[in-house]
């Protein structure tokens, strides 16, 4: 079975500096993994999602992740906040050749940005 | 190219009533998927519909269910409301195949009094 453990369920950084939030996951299967945003009262946005190939990958507004399998791990970085990044932050994972319907979410990071 | 649409936005039912949720599939899309999303926590799958049919289910109880029209919007109704199924209900659509991503709509809030 899938899962998804996010560490942290708050990070507050300052406006410049590196987010970095975390994600771990468990899969009996090639997991395809993700990471989406959810801004108040708004459903969720893909910022960035690993299927196959490269390991590092790179999404919208500024974000990139990296799976790496020996840690299972997809945490997602960027390396200048702004003000804008305030959101809550959810990781998820679903099974390779599955369809992409069935996702298995994180409880989410809410990231809190500061002046 | 309008989004994930979702109706209402907002709904309070008392415990023991029913409750129908709305949702409109992105355009070109074909696949409607369900989920729950209790506060502070992630979004937990309820079910997906294509081609009118439940194709998968979560743990959720039968008193969760859903339909598709051939236009492809999707309803999700609730009978005998809890306290607990208080939370944002959200639709996701997407195209068939396993390279496409979910579009997530604004969500639907429902408060159980």
């Known amino acids: 079975a899938q899962s998804v453990t996010q560490l942290g369920s708050h990070v507050s950084v300052s406006e410049g500096a590196l987010v970095l939030l975390r994600c771990n996951y468990s899969s009996s299967v090639p997991p395809y993994l993700f990471w989406y945003v959810q801004y108040p009262n708004q459903g969720l946005q893909l910022l960035l999602k690993y299927t196959t190939g490269a390991t590092l990958v790179k999404g919208i507004n500024g974000f990139e992740a990296e799976f790496k399998k020996s840690e299972t791990s997809f945490h997602l970085t960027k390396p200048s906040a702004h003000m804008s990044d305030a959101a809550e932050y959810f990781c998820a994972v679903s099974e390779e050749g599955s369809t992409l319907g069935r996702l298995y979410f994180g409880r989410g990071t809410q990231l809190t940005v500061w002046p | 190219d309008a989004g994930v649409t979702q109706s209402p936005t907002h709904l309070i039912k008392t415990r023991g009533q029913q409750v129908t949720l709305r949702c409109s599939p992105k355009s070109g899309h074909d696949t409607v998927s369900w989920y729950q999303q209790a506060l502070g926590q992630g979004p937990q799958f309820i079910f997906q519909y294509y081609e009118e049919e439940e194709r998968q289910r979560g743990n959720f109880p039968d008193r969760f269910s859903g339909h598709q029209f051939p236009n492809y919007s999707s309803e999700l109704n609730v009978n005998a409301l809890l306290l607990g199924d208080s939370a944002l209900y959200l639709c996701?659509?997407?195209?068939?195949?396993?390279?496409?991503?979910?579009?997530f709509g604004n969500g639907t809030r429902l408060t159980v009094t």
């Open positions: 996701a659509s997407s195209l068939p195949g396993s390279n496409s991503p979910l579009h």
